[in-house]
């Protein structure tokens, strides 16, 4: 019999990988594994070759992975969706402490905000979160939980 397992990892395509991996250090990943040529069999015909990191974030070792990837042939094209109202994946959420001190440092390195920050008070909660730009405009939802 079959079972889900856990999220091993999400990618986000990028195009300059030394730019994207800049960012995502900035925001709390770690790398974990640096792939200088990656070949990848089972994705169609297109992609065939690229650069990627895959980040942890956490400390768990067996955490989900994201994977950055610049393809190189052919070469990194097009842009995020342009509003969140997409079908498909739409943002990537990141658990968070001391958001208000991640909004400044990210405020001061000049990182493209959506939206001020809110706080919905979803689902009996109390968080506060964010949605940030990364360097090619993939959106990244930063949130705290208060209680």
């Not at 768990?60 to 610049?70: K, Q, W």
Request: charged share 25%; net charge negative.
């Amino acid at each position: 019999m079959w079972q889900a397992l856990q999220i091993y990892h999400v990618n986000i395509n990028c195009s300059n990988l030394e730019r994207s991996l800049a960012f995502y250090r900035r925001i709390g990943f770690e790398e974990a594994y640096d792939i200088p040529d990656c070949q990848v069999p089972g994705l169609g015909p297109v992609p065939q070759r690229g650069r990627a990191k895959l980040l942890r974030y956490g400390q768990d070792p067996r955490g989900a992975l994201l994977d950055l990837i610049e393809w190189t042939e052919p070469k990194t094209v097009g842009a995020p969706y342009p509003h969140l109202a997409h079908a498909g994946i739409a943002r990537l959420c990141l658990r968070v402490k001391g958001i208000d001190e991640m909004i400044g440092m990210l405020r001061a390195d000049g990182v493209r905000f959506v939206d001020e920050p809110a706080m919905p008070g979803l689902v009996g909660n109390t968080q506060k979160f964010v949605c940030v730009l990364d360097p090619d405009g993939a959106v990244i939802e930063l949130m705290e939980f208060f209680r």
